[in-house]
């Protein structure tokens, strides 16, 4: 992890704070912490430091925080991302967060397998454990939300407008000529094999337009990589 992200019952007080478990085996394995070492740190949705390392042992490690400075600045763009395979979606949630997103919504669609529905990796702890890794990576402390709509007409229709308003949006889709246009607010990218004509057709009810990644067929975890890329 390049920070170590710190949240509100870590801090025995306003300065000082203690770590156990995950981030106390990394700060002992990775970063091969000792006492007075520096390690950036930042609190949850706040500010990014320096914890010097007061107390460091097989139980727990102390430091004392000092907070100076902003977290990096968010990616101005919402990510529609039809659900995955549950074996890539830790992948794509820790990316995305990594990259700066700070809303993703997880819609269905006609490609969607059931299933995926039912995976233990949509819980909110798992979900939360992703994003919390993104987020140590990017050396970021904006926890990013992600909403989960398994009905895919009534979001697009009902809610989708409103979110997009006036702002560009896109949909990436294999087959599509127009270039990803650098001040998309929205992108939508749907699953393996594509959304649907039906589905194509909704998206640009509510505002969408289709636009390329490129010649290459992409897996979904590159395409969400190359889509959001463009824009750090």
Known sequence: MN???LFDDDFLDDERARLTGRRLEHATSVHRAVVNDALVVGVANGKIGTGTVTRIDSEALEMRVTLDRDPPAALPVTLVLALPRPKVLNRVIASATSLGVKRIFLINAWRVEKSYWKSPRLSEENL???RILGLEQA???VMPSIELRRLFRPFVEDELPAIVGDLVAVVAHPGAVSPLPANASTIAIGPEGGFIEQEL???ERAGFARA???ERILRVETAV???LARFV
């Open 128 to 130: 939360r454990t992703q």
């Open 3 to 5: 920070l170590i992200l």
């Open 201 to 203: 057709a909704s998206l």
């Open 225 to 227: 990589a190359v889509a």
């Open 212 to 214: 390329s990644l490129g």
């Open 139 to 141: 050396r970021d402390t």
